[in-house]
C-alpha cells in the first residue's frame, strides 16, 4: 500500500523548503493535525509552525529533525492500519 504523501517526509527531513509549495500544510492536514497538534508533537510553538507553513522561515535542525520522526511515524502507522 502506498501513502498518500510519500514525498513529503524526505523533504522536510533534509530541510528543504517544503512549505514553499503548501505541502507542509497539506502533510498536516492530511495527518489530521492542527497547527497547535503539530507544534506540541514537535516541541516547536503555534506561531512557528504557521510561519514554516507560510514560508517566512524553515524549521532549524532540531526541530526538523523531530517534525521528519513525527511524521514518518504516523505515516507508517496509517500505512499499518490500512
Do not use: K
Request: proline fraction near 6%; hydrophobic fraction near 45%.
Amino acid at each position: 500500500m502506498h501513502s498518500p504523501f510519500p514525498d513529503l517526509v524526505p523533504l522536510i527531513v533534509l530541510g528543504r523548503n517544503a512549505a514553499s509549495s503548501g505541502q507542509l500544510r497539506e502533510l498536516r492536514l492530511a495527518l489530521g493535525l492542527t497547527v497547535c497538534d503539530l507544534a506540541r508533537v514537535t516541541g516547536a510553538n503555534p506561531s512557528s509552525v504557521s510561519r514554516w507553513e507560510r514560508n517566512i522561515t524553515r524549521p532549524d535542525v532540531e526541530h526538523a529533525c523531530r517534525l521528519g520522526e513525527v511524521v514518518s511515524g504516523m505515516v507508517a502507522a496509517e500505512i499499518a492500519t490500512r
